[in-house]
């Protein structure tokens, strides 16, 4: 889970400033936002083109 800090924070993990994106666990992002140190941040979805594999056959001659 990803949120904004509104307050510096610093730790064990580093120092963050204000407006910096930190990553962390679901029940410390609820702490850090209920507490108003932080705001969630919308995690958007990117898309990744998928290309199926082409499935090749060996056609078979025909007789004469």
Known sequence: M???????LSGAN???APGDEYSC????AGRLVSRGY???I???MTET????????TAKRRRRK
């Open 2 to 8: 990803k949120v904004r800090l509104l307050t510096g």
């Open 38 to 40: 932080a705001e969630y």
């Open 49 to 56: 083109a998928v290309v199926e594999p082409i499935h090749e």
């Open 42 to 44: 919308r995690e958007e």
């Open 25 to 28: 666990d679901l029940s410390e």
């Open 14 to 16: 580093g120092s963050f």
